[in-house]
């Protein structure tokens, strides 16, 4: 009880210092100790509260006097405080009349003071809300005249300077919220303008490629003339007194027309307005959507450079249409290479070059194509005079060009071809034309026109006295001419392409050779081949080609004077005219020998033997002296021919008609021969060996040209003599008196004899004293046929 007491004054310590909100957890300690602890707390409570009675007590029965004494006196003051109070009020109510008047001016003073704050206020936001309402109304102006650039710039000022100062303001925030309309309104305002300046260059991309391929032209004209100064030094008197080559007049004369010339001659500037696509890109880049631009330029002008490089699908008919063609290119590209050098980043140079690359596969395509359908040599030419300047008007603005020239190769092929086909016609038409007779000059002015067309010297000629006759026929100088010309339109092509004189040596040899290996070549086989060319055309001919032969020299050292390139170079080319006018005469020889043996087929067919006649005519058969007296005059012709070429001329007739009499003799449909047969077939062969032996051809060594009728005389005489048993006894001798009677000949000439001696026999047996006779030669024809067999069997088993 004693422990609990000491707790509980602990308690009520805590409870008198202790803040009434936190008595809580000291009040709950009371219930949380002993039983009936509580009760003992209050009884300690009610006696601590006693004891605090007792002291309120004893200290208000020690100040109760004072306040007895406090009270007296304020009782005392309280008169006093009522006179003061009234003295106050009326001091007071004096004092709020004297001051009306100066509150009502200190009020107007007050008012007067705020007013002017104000105002002070006002001017100092006007101050700052006046220039960015200049700048605005600048701002407007701007985009009125179309100075859209510099209206952006303003537009950056406002926002970065001018509207951070105002924000607060409501005209402000309008401001701001139209800005970003304004910058889609200049961005629509610029777009419009670079799809009008796209359209522009469109339309003037032909004009501005014509004038820069002109410019390219006249530069090229101009470094020609300055090239020429290396060259002759011919001094002439100027209008002044004073010596200058004829280069330097010339060189002066193209600087003046040079001159005149850039007065006339416009610049892409002059042509298009580019302004529009600088302030695009200005603006376009203020509104750091540059890349937005340069794709949709880049676009445009692809789609751009697509259509200028589809051509139109009759271009190739004339060369205003190439000429419009390449203008449009060389436009685009001219244009392109002004933006990349005026403009930063708009397009590069990694651009320019993949679409150069792009459209120099296409227009290779399209040339090629189109080039191909070109059957004029000169709409060739102008076309690649026209690659050329196009293909150095753009080198001239850094796009690489060997391709075209590459091309030029391809076109140059099919220039050549052209060339071939046109001078084909040339040369038929002088061939038709041609009459084939030599060619008559009856003075020496006719001789030296000839003479200046063809280089033809014969010193035996020329001691011949007016009127004579050249050799070849008109065809000839011809020929020889136009040859020289296809090789002038040939280097033509050359010209530019620069090459050096070694490859266009080489071009102009090569371009030449198949002019006259295939288009001459070709046009002399079919003149050949024609019909309507008979024996004395043929001859001349051949002598045409030994004179045109014998000028291939001159026309190789006239290509020579042309390039100044020596034959003795180790590469150069030769001329293969040679082995096509030797084609040529081979053939011309070959058709003489075969219109020789048709003539000859022609008489042998009007041959009549009566092959059952008992006794000759006594003379030679009307054809066969007919067909001598044709190959005698024919044979007087070929006295221009090469000697060779006449003696095998003749040498072929010989034995084509030896052959033909042969086998007339042995034709399957000849059943018979009498001996009266043979012996009228014996006096023609005697004409024929007559004819060969008056030397119709000098140049025959003894009886050579005899030797082509040896088979028919031997044979023959084996049967005019009936030496059966000398040809039986000797064959297979080499001294054989009818080493070239083949015994199946011998044998088949037999049997129709034999059998034309049986008929014979059937006629005359009224005639009993010749009866034996028959019988014998009979059997002994018998015996001979049945030795023939035994060596035709013979000779078939030793060559199964």
Not at 140 to 153: D, G, H, I, T
Not at 199 to 221: C, F, P, V, Y
Not at 388 to 398: H, N
Request: aromatic letters at 8%; a negative charge; one cysteine or more.
């Amino acid at each position: 009880m004693a422990e609990s007491l000491p707790e509980h004054e602990r308690i009520l310590q805590e409870i008198e210092s202790t803040e009434t909100a936190c008595v809580g957890p000291t009040l709950r300690s009371v219930y949380d100790d002993q039983p009936n602890a509580h009760q003992k707390f209050m009884e300690k409570l009610d006696a601590c509260i006693r004891n605090h009675d007792r002291e309120i007590e004893k200290m208000c029965n020690f100040h109760h006097q004072g306040f007895v004494d406090a009270i007296t006196e304020l009782l005392k003051v309280r008169a006093d405080a009522e006179k003061l109070k009234v003295q106050v009020t009326d001091t007071n109510r004096r004092l709020q009349d004297a001051g009306k008047e100066v509150i009502a001016q200190t009020e107007e003073i007050i008012q007067c003071r705020l007013q002017q704050r104000n105002i002070t206020t006002v001017v100092e936001k006007l101050q700052l809300c006046l220039p960015v309402l200049e700048m605005y109304s600048k701002l407007k102006e701007q985009m009125n005249v179309k100075r859209y650039y510099s209206a952006l710039k303003t537009m950056e000022q406002l926002e970065n300077i001018c509207f951070p100062r105002v924000s607060q303001y409501r005209f402000c925030q309008i401001m701001i919220e139209n800005l970003p309309k304004l910058r889609e309104e200049i961005k629509e305002i610029s777009m419009s303008d670079l799809k009008d300046f796209l359209e522009s260059i469109r339309k003037h991309s032909d004009k501005i490629g014509e004038t820069a391929m002109k410019q390219a032209q006249q530069q090229k004209t101009f470094n020609a003339a300055l090239q020429k100064q290396s060259y002759g030094r011919n001094m002439y008197i100027n209008n002044d007194g004073v010596p200058e080559t004829r280069n330097e007049m010339v060189l002066k004369q193209n600087l003046e027309e040079e001159e005149e010339h850039e007065a006339e001659v416009l610049t892409a500037h002059d042509l298009v307005d580019f302004s529009p696509v600088y302030r695009c890109l200005h603006i376009y880049s203020v509104l750091a959507d540059a890349e937005t631009f340069e794709n949709y330029y880049r676009k445009q002008r692809r789609k751009q450079a697509r259509l200028v490089l589809q051509p139109q699908s009759n271009m190739h008919e004339t060369v205003e249409g190439y000429r419009r063609y390449f203008s449009q290119i060389v436009g685009f590209f001219v244009v392109e290479d002004h933006i990349l050098h005026v403009t930063q980043g708009l397009i590069t140079r990694a651009y320019t070059d993949e679409l150069w690359n792009m459209a120099l596969s296409k227009i290779i395509a399209v040339l090629r194509t189109h080039s191909s359908y070109c059957t004029d040599p000169d709409l060739v030419l102008e076309l690649k005079n026209l690659i050329v300047v196009f293909a150095d008007t753009l080198q001239g603005y850094g796009f690489p060009v060997n391709r075209l020239f590459d091309l030029l190769f391809e076109i140059r092929d099919q220039y050549n071809e052209t060339l071939l086909k046109k001078w084909a016609v040339l040369f038929r038409d002088i061939f038709e034309a041609d009459n084939y007779s030599p060619i008559p000059v009856s003075n020496e002015e006719e001789y030296k026109i000839v003479i200046s067309k063809f280089p033809f010297q014969d010193l035996e000629l020329d001691k011949q006295c007016f009127p004579k006759k050249l050799p070849m026929s008109q065809s000839v100088p011809q020929i020889y001419i136009q040859v020289k010309e296809f090789i002038y339109a040939s280097l033509k092509f050359s010209e530019s392409l620069h090459r050096s004189s070694t490859e266009i040596d080489d071009m102009l040899r090569k371009s030449t050779n198949l002019l006259l290996t295939r288009t001459l070549s070709n046009c002399l086989q079919n003149l050949i081949k024609k019909p309507h060319i008979g024996l004395t055309e043929l001859v001349q001919i051949i002598i045409n080609t030994t004179h045109l032969e014998q000028a291939c020299k001159y026309l190789e050292d006239f290509i020579t004077n042309i390039t100044n390139i020596s034959q003795e170079t180790v590469h150069t080319a030769r001329l293969y005219g040679l082995s096509t006018f030797k084609d040529a005469r081979h053939a011309a020889e070959g058709e003489i020998y075969t219109k020789l043996n048709q003539k000859i087929d022609e008489f042998i067919q009007l041959a009549d033997y009566d092959w059952s006649m008992t006794e000759p005519d006594g003379r030679a058969s009307g054809y066969l002296m007919d067909l001598i007296n044709f190959l005698r005059s024919t044979f007087q012709v070929f006295t221009h021919l090469p000697g060779k070429v006449a003696q095998t001329a003749c040498m072929s007739a010989c034995q084509h008609l030896s052959t033909s009499l042969m086998q007339m003799l042995l034709d399957n449909e000849l059943k018979q021969i009498s001996m009266g047969a043979i012996q009228q077939f014996n006096l023609d062969v005697i004409q024929c060996e007559l004819f060969a032996s008056s030397e119709p051809v000098p140049g025959f060594q003894g009886e050579t040209l005899q030797l082509a009728f040896i088979d028919l005389r031997q044979l023959l005489d084996l049967f005019m003599v009936w030496d059966w048993s000398t040809y039986l006894a000797d064959y297979g001798q080499p001294a054989s008196k009818y080493l070239r009677v083949n015994p199946s000949t011998a044998l088949a000439l037999l049997e129709k004899v034999h059998k034309g001696m049986k008929d014979l026999s059937k006629k005359n047996n009224i005639f009993a004293q010749f009866r034996k006779n028959d019988r014998d030669k009979q059997k002994l024809i018998e015996t001979v046929v049945r030795q023939l067999r035994g060596l035709v069997n013979g000779m078939a088993q030793q060559h199964p």
